[in-house]
Nanobody
Framework: QVQLVESGGGLVQPGGSLRLSCAASGFTFSSYVMGWYRQAPGKERELVASITSAGRRTNYAGSVKGRFTISRDNAKNTMDLQMNNLKSEDTAVYYC????????WGQGTQVTVSS
């Protein structure tokens, strides 16, 4: 049974940082391109960062490029998202999942950027 468990969200002031973590189980994690998605209130879910199966290449949405860094540890079946210089528009529920063919979604982790 596939499980994706996100953690690390919270309330942070603009300009602050957070590090999100994703723990994956139930599938061969190292075989999948993985990504971090987010969904803000009233908006569709969007892919903000992705990383290839071996972690050699990453890709970012323009809105987060230069501020977010995605990484993975295939030995531990985990993936992280380091978020720096956070802005109010980064407020959303963040999810991890495969890219292209997604699994069932986890509960996500709430990130709120507010002063």
């Amino acid at each position: 049974q596939v499980q994706l468990v996100e953690s690390g969200g919270g309330l942070v002031q603009p300009g602050g940082s957070l590090r999100l973590s994703c723990a994956a189980s139930g599938f061969t994690f190292s075989s999948y391109v993985m990504g971090w998605y987010r969904q803000a209130p009233g908006k569709e879910r969007e892919l903000v960062a992705s990383i290839t199966s071996a972690g050699r290449r990453t890709n970012y949405a323009g809105s987060v490029k230069g501020r977010f860094t995605i990484s993975r540890d295939n030995a531990k079946n985990t993936m992280d998202l380091q978020m720096n210089n956070l802005k109010s528009e980064d407020t959303a529920v963040y999810y991890c999942n495969a890219v292209v063919a997604t699994f069932s979604w986890g509960q996500g982790t709430q990130v709120t950027v507010s002063s």
